[in-house]
């Protein structure tokens, strides 16, 4: 039970797979990823896609939550 807590802690929650990912695409590329400049590219590709990833995950899921609210109607 423990190692499933972890593995969804690391890869799930912790978008670790996309840390790795970017890593190989950069390291295929020919970017040292243990150079700093290569691992700011890496932190920063990795930071940009993940806040975008779960900024539009909290977005679907208030527009989810607020379709199930009527409209307010106003009375004159």
Excluded at 26 to 45: W, Y
Excluded at 52 to 75: D, G, N, V
């Amino acid at each position: 039970m423990e190692q499933l807590w972890l593995f969804i802690q690391n890869q799930v929650l912790g978008m670790k797979w996309l840390n790795d990912l970017i890593g190989m695409l950069l390291t295929s590329l020919g970017l040292d990823m243990t150079s700093h400049i290569g691992g700011s590219i890496q932190f920063f590709v990795y930071d940009v896609l993940k806040i975008t990833y779960l900024l539009c995950l909290l977005i679907f899921i208030i527009s989810y939550i607020q379709s199930y609210f009527p409209p307010e109607r106003q009375l004159y």
